[in-house]
């Protein structure tokens, strides 16, 4: 009888800070010398929409000491901030009323930011490599931050802040085996008892363009594997990951003791590595299936001490409220912005978007092309139910209700011309326990209702 694999994944969404970087490592794509820094007061409309998507953390992704640029320097007086660890102080800050757990990613930080951000941060990612690589043509030869020693010296500060953190394990980039090997089995040894350890993940290097290392192959698989077998011993009571670009080798890792997705940004995407698409997590449900494993969602702190925090209490309720309802649910229902009709993500959608009236009616005005007609200049009726369908479920999801279709049943009155602006309607008018009514309805620019519909759905 085949045993199934539990793998745990956390609901993310990702905020770049700014891309401003004192560092200049070989292999990363992610620097640009004058990135501006995101005003504190732009932070709310950023995270709005991850709460909407029902994302229980925001990952705050930056270079390391931005603050170093002038720009940057004049973009924190602007925000009356005296450093950037105040700056990330207010930005955590925000997440949390937003019921985002905020998790900082900004390289190496000193003792006293990471005082700064203990009682606000849920947790920071520190980086960790196996071997300096600081000489001529090496990873970090213009990277005078980048040195061997710098994360287990940084995961002493943390602990002694009192501040959760993960483990970031950069592999690929010019170290040995025998490095990566001794590298798991003393940061192992160094820190796998420590209650502020929240979890491990391997980050296999890739080629990107425009980076000294564009050309620099990435580890053969077996040599991948290797590192996930030894920091499976070094780790054996933490979740280990490797990031979610490279779940399409996933199923072949759980043997050797993955069992995390980790932080998946399913809610905005990858900024970090954005040409690799983030797969959502029914898709994920169904590659599990291969290896006999079942997904279900955690919170990005995994320790008492992580979670035992005044300042997160209410973070943590709402977050664990998400998990709870996606777990009743039994559908991993998440908003990326990509949906085809309203989502302002998807460059093949018809990002069309709805004004709400009152609480219970929201409308939208579009104009169909040609591209979306069914007989000549007539518009395909199987799109005028897309639009119907989409604006009763607006008219529901105002309310606060994360809905699923349940029953359809559409009228086609006359035939809808291509090339005019038609305005969508759709109302709610009522429930009976978890299952609500709405009415739709498609009218012409002289006010002649053209189509219309009525629905069931069902709360998740």
């Known amino acids: 009888m085949q045993t199934t694999r539990s793998v745990s994944v956390v609901v993310s969404g990702t905020v770049v800070l700014t891309r401003a970087c004192r560092e200049a490592c070989a292999y990363c794509g992610f620097r640009r010398d004058d990135d501006p820094l995101v005003p504190l007061g732009r932070l709310g409309d950023l995270f709005s929409p991850m709460t909407k998507g029902r994302a229980t953390e925001v990952v705050l992704t930056a270079g ?41 990613q900004v390289g190496l930080l000193t003792p006293l930011e990471l005082k700064t ?3 606000v941060a849920a947790s920071v990612r ?33 602990h002694q802040a009192g501040m959760p953190y993960h483990l970031d394990f950069l592999i690929g980039i010019g170290e040995s085996p025998e490095d990566r090997a001794r590298m798991a089995r003393e940061i192992g040894a160094f820190c796998a008892a420590d209650p502020w350890l929240q979890d491990v993940r391997a980050v296999p290097f890739q080629p ?12 053969p698989f077996d040599e991948v594997r290797a590192v996930i077998v030894e920091l499976a011993r070094a780790f054996p009571v933490h979740a280990l990951s490797v990031p979610i670009h490279l779940f399409a080798r996933y199923p072949e890792l759980v043997g050797a003791g993955l069992n995390d997705l980790g932080s998946t940004p399913v809610v905005t995407g990858d900024p970090v590595m954005p040409t690799f698409p983030v797969p959502g997590l029914e898709l994920v449900k169904s590659r599990l299936v291969e290896v006999a494993g079942a997904l279900h969602e955690r919170l990005p702190l995994t320790t008492p001490a992580a979670m035992n925090r005044p300042a997160l209490a209410e973070g943590l309720t709402r977050a664990r409220e998400r998990l709870q309802a996606r777990a009743a649910s039994g559908l991993a229902l998440l908003d990326n912005r990509k949906c085809f009709v309203c989502g302002d993500h998807n460059p093949d959608g018809l990002r069309i978007a ?10 939208a005005t579009w104009v169909a092309g040609a591209t979306f007609q069914g007989y000549a200049g007539i518009v395909h009726g199987g799109l005028l139910s897309t639009l119907l ?18 029953d359809l049943r559409v009228r086609f009155l006359r035939p809808v011309p291509v090339g005019l ?6 109302t709610r008018t009522g429930n009976r326990q978890r299952i609500h009514f709405a009415r739709g309805t498609v009218t012409g620019p002289d006010g002649v209702l053209l189509a219309e519909a009525e629905g ?3 709360e998740c």
């Open 64 to 104: 390391q000491t931005p603050a170093e640029r002038p720009h940057v320097l004049m973009a924190l007086a602007r925000d009356k901030c005296t450093s950037f660890g105040e700056y990330l102080h207010q930005a955590c800050r925000m997440a949390l009323e937003h019921g985002l757990l905020p998790v900082v």
């Open 117 to 119: 951000l203990a009682p």
């Open 126 to 158: 520190i980086p960790v490599f196996a071997a300096p690589l600081d000489g001529e043509g090496q990873a970090h030869a213009t990277a005078r931050g980048r040195l061997a020693l710098t994360g287990r010296e940084l995961i002493e500060k943390a």
């Open 208 to 219: 990107v363009p425009g980076t000294p290392f564009r050309a620099r192959p990435p580890l």
């Open 354 to 363: 709805f004004q709400r009236h009152d609480a219970n009616t929201c409308t």
């Open 389 to 406: 369908d989409e604006a009763m479920a607006h008219s529901l999801n105002g309310a606060g209700l994360q809905v699923v279709t349940a």
């Open 421 to 426: 602006p038609l305005t969508v309607t759709g």
């Open 456 to 458: 069931r759905f069902a």
